[in-house]
């Protein structure tokens, strides 16, 4: 009995996934444990493997196609067994085929033809995606259904031919893909809007300093902006929001994303229930999510619940930019660069270390005066971050 052989759920934040490269051919021999295929989601690259011993039959999904979760892309056949009728993976062919039905004499121009249309899901999701209309492609699958490669050939007749050749072209997929549609949908959906401040940073320096003494390479500055803004968040509740079906979400828990610029793409771990727990516990938590977000091991669990997150480009030459909010959160809070810069005090110019902060938020949820308020109090507590450590050893031993 054939075996259907599925694009598992690989834990992505969206269901679907991209497959990468086919380890075996059609109609070659395969054992149950044995990699068939290799797939890329927005967390990691996996090894697929049989769970059959059997020959490799029908092949439904090229490398690059765009595979949602618990979609069959191949057959796994038992000895004299025949395909199903599933059509093949789009492949080139010698033999033209007209892609699109001639058109009726009856048909007013732009109206849609009204006869059925059966067309794989992989052709589905394209067409939906590219605004195709699937009664005016004409199905090259076994009994004249829809296949990729038929809603592909449509899209190349329908896109003019660019002016000039592009030098390179890159795919938008996987973890890159996943990035450029969540950017593009917190930038379209929200109401951002950005303020900035500069803090004198030499306080938070030596805390960092005095933490490394206690923790060694775990005590970082991410840890302390986490510390500070979880603290924040608790003194001004409205920023550790999301926008809900019913409304705007206050939530009881401060948990923190930290974003990670990982080999894979930007991601954002999250640091839970910050208030509560001890320091020691944090750091080693936020260094072990790191080294996971690097090597493309991070859970789905361990990127979600977020109710602020941080991103931090202070390692690179940026003194401040716009950080873009991580829906469906409330806010983000951009750290730029902590370096020598002139300062006043007292009248008189002086050379002091400093930090730009920069806080986006979403205008829907929270007006543009207590998001100063809470910027101020961020930058307040960079200044005095001692301050920080004696709220928390009232809560708990630090």
Known sequence: ??????????????????LLRWFVSEGQAVKQGQPIFEAE???????IVASVDGVLGRILAEPGSIVPAGERVAWILQPGEQ???????????????????????SERPGARSTRRVVATPLARKISLREHLDLTRIRGTGPMGRIIRADVLDALEVRRPEPERPLSAALPIAGTRGVIARRMAESAHTTAPVTLTCQAEATALAAARESLATRLGEAASYNLLLALIAAQCLLDHPSLNASLGPQGIVEHAEVSIGVAVDAERGLVVPVLRDVPRRSITDLAADLEELVRKARAG??????????????????????DSFTPIINMPECAVLGVGRIHPSPVVRSGKLAISTTVALSLTFDHRLVDGAPAARFLTAIAEYVEQPTLVFALRSERQPA
């Open 41 to 47: 989601s927005d967390k990691a690259t996996i090894e």
């Open 297 to 318: 091991e991070l859970t789905r669990d361990e990127m979600s619940g977020g109710t602020f997150t941080i991103t931090n480009l202070g390692q690179f030459r940026v």
């Open 83 to 105: 395909m199903a009728d599933e059509g093949p993976a789009a492949a080139p062919s010698n033999k033209e085929v007209p892609r699109f039905p001639p058109s009726s004499t």
């Open 1 to 18: 009995m054939s075996t259907e052989v599925i694009m598992p759920d690989l834990g992505a934040t969206e269901s679907v996934s991209t």
